[in-house]
């Protein structure tokens, strides 16, 4: 993957960036976007071993790139690798999403779903900040999803995680703005990953596209500008900001 880095303010080149959720998915392509804009990238996940490809591919682009193993939902790995870390750049990617009707949603699951998208981006913005708040500051960018801003069915946990998590990132804005520590978010609409792409070829995943003004689901590079934006001294007045990067879906007409 190439980027190319317009001018300087957004160049990462010298800065520290830590991504949750690396593995696979969005969260592997952040890693490769901030490693190509220069940072030296620490991809996360709760298994070091699953992140050896990522890294490798990284490494192979002439980026710098380390495996780490973190559970967001447990203070212990948190501290555990800030501890280590002193990133100046946090992505808060890590989530999950369990579908089911409200009337029979188990509680476990709801605990699962709040504890890792919000809870965890909490305490993960939190150790973070503390480190950042210590230095010269820093730029947290939480991964929310246009299901914070409206709803779909059999998705209560998820849409109120995310919707959580919007709050959460103007809270925090407001709050460590003093530090130099700007926290944003962006909310993604629908997007390919491999771990969607079945849903979006069937009968349903089509009926779900036709909704979307652009006809189309999105395509991981088209999250690359509101990622670098809000990372980069680009977006150096941005915060408590929520970027919506969805194709029309969130202002679509019922």
Same mark, same amino acid.
């Given at each position: 993957?190439?980027?190319?880095?317009?001018?300087?303010?957004?160049?990462?080149?010298?800065?520290?960036?830590?991504?949750?959720?690396?593995?696979?998915?969005?969260?592997?392509?952040?890693?490769? @976007?901030?490693?190509?804009?220069?940072?030296?990238?620490?991809?996360?996940?709760?298994?070091?071993?699953?992140?050896?490809?990522?890294?490798?591919?990284?490494?192979?682009?002439?980026?710098?790139?380390?495996?780490?193993?973190?559970?967001?939902?447990?203070?212990?790995?948190?501290?555990?690798?800030?501890?280590?870390?002193?990133?100046?750049? @946090? @992505?808060?990617?890590?989530? =999950? /999403?369990?579908? /089911?009707?409200?009337?029979?949603?188990?509680? +476990?699951?709801?605990?699962?779903?709040?504890?890792?998208?919000?809870?965890?981006?909490?305490?993960?913005?939190?150790?973070?900040?503390?480190?950042?708040?210590? /230095?010269?500051?820093?730029?947290? @960018?939480?991964?929310?999803?246009?299901?914070?801003?409206?709803?779909?069915?059999?998705?209560?946990?998820?849409?109120?995680?995310?919707?959580?998590?919007?709050?959460?990132?103007?809270?925090?804005?407001? +709050?460590?703005?003093?530090?130099?520590?700007?926290?944003?978010?962006?909310?993604?609409?629908?997007?390919?990953?491999? =771990?969607?792409?079945?849903?979006?070829?069937?009968?349903?995943? +089509?009926?779900?596209?036709?909704?979307?003004?652009?006809?189309?689901?999105?395509?991981?590079?088209?999250?690359? !500008?509101?990622?670098?934006?809000?990372?980069?001294?680009?977006?150096?007045?941005?915060? /408590?900001?929520?970027?919506?990067?969805? !194709?029309?879906?969130?202002?679509?007409?019922?």
């Amino acid at each position: 993957m190439t980027t190319t880095i317009p001018d300087g303010r957004w160049s990462l080149a010298g800065r520290t960036a830590l991504v949750t959720g690396a593995s696979s998915g969005l969260g592997r392509h952040f890693a490769g @976007v901030l490693a190509a804009a220069g940072a030296s990238v620490i991809l996360a996940a709760r298994r070091a071993d699953r992140l050896r490809d990522a890294c490798a591919e990284i490494e192979a682009a002439g980026g710098t790139a380390t495996a780490v193993a973190l559970d967001v939902t447990r203070p212990d790995s948190i501290a555990a690798v800030f501890a280590e870390f002193a990133p100046d750049i @946090v @992505v808060n990617n890590a989530g =999950i /999403g369990i579908a /089911g009707k409200a009337l029979d949603f188990p509680a +476990e699951d709801w605990d699962a779903v709040v504890d890792t998208n919000l809870k965890g981006a909490f305490l993960v913005a939190q150790a973070a900040a503390r480190r950042m708040a210590a /230095g010269s500051g820093g730029s947290i @960018v939480n991964i929310a999803s246009i299901l914070g801003h409206r709803v779909a069915g059999q998705l209560a946990a998820y849409s109120a995680s995310k919707a959580g998590l919007v709050q959460l990132t103007r809270s925090l804005a407001l +709050e460590w703005a003093r530090h130099g520590i700007r926290v944003n978010a962006i909310c993604p609409g629908y997007f390919s990953t491999e =771990i969607n792409d079945g849903f979006f070829a069937s009968e349903a995943g +089509e009926a779900m596209v036709k909704r979307i003004p652009m006809r189309r689901i999105g395509r991981q590079h088209e999250l690359d !500008g509101a990622l670098l934006l809000v990372a980069s001294d680009a977006g150096a007045y941005m915060t /408590g900001t929520s970027i919506v990067v969805d !194709g029309g879906h969130l202002v679509s007409s019922l």
